[in-house]
């Protein structure tokens, strides 16, 4: 269990406000269901746990058939391959559970923070969507819980690569000297960057163009000008510009380069924009909450560097993109109970538990470590000082390390 208990206090005190749309006007259960494999996954996280958190928030906010959830089978599969392949590179640990260490977190962070909330709902109001869950918090929730339990589906393919280039150098390796630029050159990433047009129904067209004006902009299938679109409007970037980068940002995939993010963001926009395409939804539900989500997940790892790098863009501030902002600020901070699948990775970087005090401004982290092991807390702290402006939400931001007790 995570050490503190404050965890599932600050759990039923969200549980309590939130609410579901589909229990209100569908007479079903889902916030307490979500709540219940929240609450068991905090007291025995595990890989059973891990998958009950993500079925519940997947079932829950399912647009298809009952029964019918390609994206419990997705899941299942980064799991899968980080079980069976993880083990054969010698700094891989878990994913699967620390996405829903990530979504817990992001949710405690939320709770406790007035400021935070206050960004939430200006920026909704900023973008202008007129079609967001009234139901109270479940805006947040719907958008948090996607980004966060999808960020990283696609590190199977990061794993695969890494693995294929370290074994491709090792075999070439006897009796010459190699560069850094001896990788394998793998095509056909370009598929992923097209997603399904979204069709407009005739009967919902005149609602639509009262609502959002000109709809031109709902029928764009090119992933990359979604996401340079979306994040070109928050950043205040040159469209064509930041395009021209997130279009080519895969090239460094020829170099041994992977970007589990880009990658990850160009499946969510491409499994969410056929989902609604097959059930008829109205397309602004992809191009608000779920390329949102979408971006957050790019901008992730992208914004360091990509953003920072390339444009120079200073540390992010909440307003700008809140969804985005959380989940750098999360993932980061998201080091403990990390299953290692290298032994020799596993006995210098575990990081057994933590003790967290979210206050409605600060964050203060203790990181429970072996004798052994030397975190380097100052490094995180600065790491994620540098990307993000911290003042933003935080009035005291601090993490510290304790021994293990024997």
Avoid at 50 to 79: C, M, Q, T
Avoid at 229 to 246: A, V
Avoid at 323 to 344: H, M, P, T
Wanted: with cysteine; glycine share 4%; charged share 25%.
């Amino acid at each position: 269990m995570i050490s503190s208990c404050g965890w599932m206090n600050w759990i039923n005190s969200f549980f309590s406000e939130l609410e579901i749309f589909e229990d209100r006007e569908h007479h079903v259960n889902y916030k307490e269901m979500l709540c219940n494999k929240i609450k068991n996954f905090l007291e025995r996280p595990s890989e059973k746990t891990s998958e009950e958190v993500y079925e519940s928030f997947f079932v829950a906010y399912w647009l298809g058939k009952v029964g019918d959830n390609p994206f419990l089978d997705l899941i299942k599969k980064v799991r899968q391959y980080e079980k069976t392949s993880g083990s054969l590179l010698p700094n891989h640990r878990d994913h699967f559970s620390h996405a829903v260490f990530v979504f817990i977190t992001g949710l405690v962070v939320y709770w406790n923070s007035k400021r935070y909330r206050d960004c939430f709902d200006y920026y909704i109001q900023k973008t202008k969507y007129a079609d967001l869950y009234t139901t109270k918090h479940e805006e947040f929730f719907y958008r948090w819980g996607i980004a966060s339990l999808f960020h990283d589906t696609a590190y199977p393919i990061e794993i695969s690569i890494k693995q294929l280039n370290d074994y491709y150098k090792f075999t070439l390796s006897y009796g010459q000297e190699l560069s850094s630029n001896n990788v394998v050159s793998i095509p056909g990433f370009c598929k992923y960057k097209n997603c399904i047009a979204q069709s407009i129904n005739p009967i919902y067209e005149d609602e639509l163009k009262q609502k959002y004006g000109d709809l031109n902009y709902l029928l764009e299938s090119d992933c990359c000008r979604l996401l340079a679109r979306d994040i070109g409007n928050d950043f205040c970037l040159d469209k064509e510009q930041l395009f021209s980068e997130i279009y080519k940002y895969d090239n460094g995939i020829s170099s041994g380069i992977v970007d589990h993010g880009f990658l990850g963001s160009l499946i969510c926009l491409k499994w969410y924009s056929s989902l609604i395409d097959k059930t008829g939804w109205n397309p602004a539900y992809f191009h608000y909450p779920i390329l949102d989500a979408a971006s957050a997940i790019f901008l992730h790892n992208a914004f360091k560097h990509l953003l920072q790098k390339k444009f120079s863009v200073p540390p992010m501030r909440v307003s700008q993109k809140p969804i985005s902002y959380l989940l750098i600020l999360v993932d980061n901070l998201q080091v403990w109970k990390r299953e290692s699948f290298s032994g020799a990775y596993q006995q210098n970087n575990d990081v057994s538990d933590v003790k967290i005090d979210f206050g409605n401004e600060s964050i203060f982290a203790e990181f429970i470590v072996k004798d052994d092991v030397d975190l380097n807390c100052n490094a995180l702290k600065n790491e994620i000082k540098s990307i993000l402006e911290l003042s933003d939400l935080f009035v005291e931001f601090d993490i510290s390390v304790s021994k293990e007790e024997k």
